[in-house]
């Protein structure tokens, strides 16, 4: 493991998933992964987009933990891992992952609405800020990732639609962004305010409109 694990973190890297996959094939400890912040391969494959492989480490992996589940939609494993840490700690279900993020922030960017679910219905906090610069709510999360379903199950457990991120931005400026008019009129339909501008002076109907979506400017004007 102590030579497997740096050299599984560099094939990935650098882009040599067969590489990686061939690795992980012969030796499945290799699976179990971590950057020196603690991070796990998996989550970093997930990161770069590599669905497929995030599935391949985990199928290798003796276990998952409550954010690798809640990113891949194991239910099962994510309803096992919370189980068990809830009735060591009752807010564990809102523990930071190593990078900051709870496992609801992961089940709304990562397209898990189920698994949102889950968490929610398990007392995680709706409105539970990243402990990192993003500064990012579950609801962010969700409406950058154009997670409709998330986005409405977060509004209905009372999710805060105007609060802020990084750079003042929020959710309905992604959504905006996006040209996410499903996802524009549920927020606005939950109170979003359109006027609010982020920290360059750009209400949601600018940055829209910066990106192309005139239709969506002129929704979020009228």
């Known amino acids: 493991m102590m030579e497997t694990a740096p050299r599984a973190l560099e094939l990935l890297q650098s882009g040599d998933l067969d590489g990686l996959r061939r690795l992980l094939q012969q030796d499945s400890s290799a699976s179990e992964s971590h950057d020196p912040n603690g991070v796990s391969l998996l989550m970093h494959a997930l990161y770069r987009g590599q669905r497929d492989l995030a599935e391949m480490i985990a199928s290798k992996k003796k276990d998952l933990d409550q954010f690798e589940a809640a990113s891949l939609g194991r239910l099962d494993n994510l309803k096992k891992s919370i189980g068990e840490e809830i009735r060591r700690d009752a807010t564990a279900v809102d523990a930071r992952s190593k990078d900051g993020f709870t496992a609801l922030h992961f089940a709304c960017y990562f397209g898990q609405p189920a698994a949102a679910g889950v968490l929610i219905e398990n007392g995680a906090a709706v409105d539970a800020v990243a402990a990192n610069p ?76 910066d990106k192309g979506h005139e239709e969506i400017a002129t929704l979020l004007e009228a």
């Open 134 to 209: 993003t500064q990012v709510m579950p609801l962010h999360s969700a409406a950058s990732a154009r997670n409709l379903e998330a986005v409405r199950l977060l509004l209905e457990h009372s999710a805060p639609v105007n609060a802020r991120q990084q750079s003042g931005w929020v959710a309905i400026h992604a959504a905006a962004q996006n040209g996410d008019r499903p996802m524009v009129e549920l927020l606005l339909k939950h109170g979003a305010d359109p006027k609010l501008a982020n920290a360059d002076g750009k209400t949601p109907a600018a940055v829209a409109r």
